[in-house]
């Protein structure tokens, strides 16, 4: 594998993370988006979806976004009278979005990320520094 290869695969995974990243700052910042009629559902945590995939012109395995989806886990509830959504008995239907899973999905992206911007940088620099040799 020549170092340009390492390079393309570095700047794959890092566009892969931030996919992941944008969608994980989606989630953050609807996590108290409830729905605007009585029994609606409201915002819906998405998620993404890797998938390998063998990339011919680098003849390398490289990392991509095969989707994003929705979760499709259980809506919490809380009792809320008041709230335009709320249902007959009282209670509004709140996103399947927990702060704490996404900031820990964020740290692992952010780390992914800066893997990968490490092996880029590392990269570069033996390229500078066989093309200073070459002088």
């Known amino acids: 594998m020549d170092l340009t290869t390492t390079l393309d695969l570095s700047a794959k995974g890092m566009s892969a993370q931030t996919t992941r990243l944008r969608v994980i700052a989606e989630n953050l910042a609807n996590s108290a988006t409830t729905g605007s009629t009585p029994g609606s559902d409201p ?72 893997a990968n911007l490490n092996v880029m940088e590392t990269t570069r620099g033996i390229i500078s520094r066989t093309v200073d040799l070459l002088r």
Do not use: C, W
Not at 59 to 79: E, Y
């Open 43 to 114: 915002y819906r945590r998405k998620t993404v979806i890797f998938a390998n995939t063998l990339d011919q012109s680098l003849n390398a395995t490289t990392v991509g976004v095969r989707q994003v989806v929705p979760d499709m886990s259980a809506f919490p509830q809380r009792f809320d009278p008041g709230n335009p959504a709320a249902d007959a008995q009282g209670y509004v239907k709140t996103p399947n979005v927990s702060s704490f899973v996404e900031v820990m999905d964020m740290k692992e992206a952010e780390r992914s990320y800066s």
